[in-house]
Nanobody, 124 residues
Framework: QVQLTESGGGLVQAGGSLRLSCAAS????????IGWFRQAPGKEREFVAV????????YYADSVKGRFTISRDNAKNTVYLQMNSLNPEDTAVYYC?????????????????WGQGTQVTVSS
């Protein structure tokens, strides 16, 4: 069993930055792919970024590529999402999730543990 706790969300002006954290507990997740997803009101949950297990390869949605960076600290069992150049379209609840796979998976059904989410609001 894995518990995930996200933090770091908040209100920021357009052009600003935030860093989200996803702390895992219960067991180590260093060999698992960890993904970030987001869901805006009235919209489906969408993939944002993923970091693979073991090698730490990364993959991003086109909408955030070049602005967001996902990273992991296996010693702390924590994954981060650095978000720069934020715009109002980035406003959503952001979720981290753990996959049983170590590969770069992007579909929500490929993840089996989810955090409670953290709200990110970007004002114009």
């Amino acid at each position: 069993q894995v518990q995930l706790t996200e933090s770091g969300g908040g209100l920021v002006q357009a052009g600003g930055s935030l860093r989200l954290s996803c702390a895992a507990s219960g067991r180590t997740v260093s060999n698992n792919a960890i993904g970030w997803f987001r869901q805006a009101p009235g919209k489906e949950r969408e993939f944002v970024a993923v970091i693979s297990g073991s090698l730490g390869s990364t993959y991003y949605a086109d909408s955030v590529k070049g602005r967001f960076t996902i990273s992991r600290d296996n010693a702390k069992n924590t994954v981060y999402l650095q978000m720069n150049s934020l715009n109002p379209e980035d406003t959503a609840v952001y979720y981290c999730a753990v996959s049983p796979s170590r590969f770069l998976v992007t579909v929500p059904t490929q993840y089996n543990y989810w955090g409670q989410g953290t709200q990110v609001t970007v004002s114009s």
